[in-house]
């Protein structure tokens, strides 16, 4: 069985930003990779999980 797609409400909570800035993101290519759904856009929580990987940053020694 497929793990529950995040939404962009689901999305924007989890990340703590506006839904705007969501949609902004995914308007320049920088968010997670996204799924669509008919007309809607979901999230895979694995692909979000590597996007945040991908974009975290290490403090400077």
């Given at each position: 069985m497929a793990e529950r797609l995040l939404t962009?409400?689901?999305l924007a909570e989890l990340l703590s930003v506006s839904k705007?800035?969501?949609y902004w993101l995914n308007k320049r290519g920088k968010g997670?990779?996204?799924v669509r759904v008919g007309r809607e856009v979901?999230?895979?929580p694995a692909d979000v999980e590597?996007?945040?990987?991908k974009n975290t940053v290490e403090p400077a020694a």
């Amino acid at each position: 069985m497929a793990e529950r797609l995040l939404t962009v409400t689901d999305l924007a909570e989890l990340l703590s930003v506006s839904k705007d800035t969501v949609y902004w993101l995914n308007k320049r290519g920088k968010g997670p990779k996204r799924v669509r759904v008919g007309r809607e856009v979901r999230y895979r929580p694995a692909d979000v999980e590597a996007w945040l990987k991908k974009n975290t940053v290490e403090p400077a020694a």
